[in-house]
């Protein structure tokens, strides 16, 4: 049995004046978010054994902040490949991890996260989880499956169960969207 969790990077700030994309670091209900997402992972007891992710800014911040709440350091294998990926390549890159982790965290970016819950976790009636997740991954959003393999090179798609979605606004209504006025 493998599982895997998805962590998108929380809210991130457009008032910071850097040049790249790549460099925008998290806002303060980004900090908020991420830290109380790493509460709830301790809490619900949401392990893992190994953690890849994009080296974006916010995806550091993300990891950062989560560890706080967590309350244990995490120490990912940054991976490039990871910024602003497409759903087939972060499963690439799932296929390539190293079998003795039972389960592993993958933090990132959308549309390429919540497109891989989608690949991976098939359509069903009544799955109010997965229709969640197709209705929106926000920032700081978190998805849990669960694959019936040995080896994360046999993860294919369709064959995982969502066991767990949580959004920061589960947590708590000030961690959702922000008011359009």
């Not at 209900?29 to 392990?47: F, L």
């Not at 120490?75 to 296929?95: C, G, Q």
């Not at 229709?131 to 694959?147: G, H, Q, R, S």
Request: glycine share 6%; hydrophobic share 40%.
């Amino acid at each position: 049995m493998k599982r895997l969790i998805l962590l998108r990077h929380a809210k991130s700030s457009w008032d910071d004046p850097v040049k790249r994309d790549f460099d925008r670091p998290l806002n303060e209900k980004g900090k908020r978010a991420a830290k109380m997402m790493g509460e709830h992972m301790q809490e619900e007891g949401v392990m893992f054994d190994a953690v890849i992710a994009s080296p974006a800014v916010r995806v550091v911040e993300t990891l950062e902040s989560v560890a706080q709440g967590y309350g244990e350091p995490i120490e990912p294998e940054w991976d490039s490949r990871a910024y602003l990926a497409s759903n087939m390549t972060l499963l690439d890159i799932v296929h390539e991890a190293d079998d003795t982790a039972g389960s592993l965290l993958l933090s990132g970016h959308n549309s390429g996260l919540e497109d891989l819950v989608l690949l991976l976790v098939p359509d069903s009636k009544g799955d109010t989880a997965r229709a969640a997740v197709e209705e929106k991954f926000p920032t700081c959003a978190l998805a849990e499956m669960e694959f019936d393999v040995d080896s994360w090179a046999d993860i294919a798609p369709g064959t995982g169960k969502l066991r767990r979605y949580v959004r920061p606004r589960d947590l708590h209504a000030d961690l959702g969207p922000d008011d359009p006025q």
